[in-house]
């Protein structure tokens, strides 16, 4: 792992602690981190001395895809990953391996405002899980976080309806076989910083429907837009309450633009108030 802290008159050169593993520095501001080959989780600490600032990142050794045995990691069922040459698409390839998820991680931070706990699938079965997810998703849904909160609704998190999920669980949801949820590139988010598990009323129209999840759809829209984004471009779906769950979108980082979902609006704008 290249780790690079331009150094400047108003920026010292930094350190870099390490809870195990060798750190070799190559120049005055990169160092190269080489963290066990065993999967785990392993943590850096930058630390810059006369400032006394400090940052922590978590590096993660994947479990690999060799180590699937009889569709399932250790027990827990994985299923089976889709052919890429049926679509001639390489990036739904096999995947390199998952992040283990157990008891104790699941309150580590993954970015600066979500933890791992958030995009484990939702399927049954005893610790250890696997799960995978890509640090662009992070990156699109922490842009988006800020935005939420540019806009006066104070919220120190998404929630996340539904991250990662294996194959065995999206089949079972009749899911389509190439889902980006399957990869880890997708989550359907809503705001919640009530904490009762539903959509909170962002449009502050007094009411929670779609048209909230509306606002959160067209905030992300706007974020495509933006050309320093452009490597996180991917899908907006938008969906309505069930019995079992508030509105969401549905966001995530395939590579292309598509959006989905928008003439479940119709009927909404069509209530009387």
């Known amino acids: 792992m290249r780790l690079q802290v331009p150094a400047s008159d108003q920026q010292p050169a930094c350190e870099i602690r390490v809870s195990t593993g060798r750190v070799l520095q190559t ?13 785990g989780v392993y943590t850096a600490e930058l630390a810059v001395p006369a400032g006394g600032q400090r940052l922590t990142l978590q590096a993660f050794v994947l479990v690999p895809f060799s180590r699937l045995k009889s569709k399932k ?26 992040v283990e998820a157990t008891p104790e991680n699941l309150e580590l931070a993954v970015s600066p405002h979500f933890k791992l706990g958030q995009f484990v699938c939702k399927q049954g079965g005893e610790f250890p899980k696997y799960l995978m997810l890509d640090e662009r998703l992070l990156a699109k849904m922490e842009k988006l976080l800020a935005a939420v909160n540019d806009q006066g609704r104070a919220c120190s998190t998404l929630a996340v309806l539904s991250g990662y999920r294996t194959p065995e669980y999206n089949r079972k949801l009749g899911n389509v076989a190439y ?18 598990g539903r959509m909170d009323d962002v449009n502050r129209d007094g009411r929670v429907n779609l048209l909230d999840a509306y606002w959160l759809f067209q905030l ?11 490597d996180l471009t991917g899908g907006l779906g938008l969906y309505p309450a069930t019995a079992i769950h508030g509105p969401f979108v549905h966001m995530d980082v395939r590579g292309r633009p598509a959006r989905w979902g928008l003439q479940r609006l119709r009927p909404v704008w069509a209530e009387k108030p």
């Not at 120049?27 to 999967?39: I, Q, Y």
């Not at 829209?221 to 452009?230: A, G, I, K, Q």
Request: charged share 25%; hydrophobic share 30%.
């Open 27 to 39: 120049a005055s501001d990169e160092f190269k981190w080489h963290p066990p080959s065993r999967p």
């Open 73 to 98: 990691m250790n027990g827990y069922r994985i299923g089976r990953y889709p052919q890429p040459a049926s679509r001639g698409l390489v990036k739904y390839g096999t995947p390199r391996g998952w």
């Open 179 to 196: 889902s980006s949820h399957v990869w880890g590139w997708a989550a359907d988010v809503y705001v919640d910083a009530d904490r009762d």
């Open 220 to 230: 992300a829209d706007s974020l495509d837009c933006e050309p320093e984004t452009m």
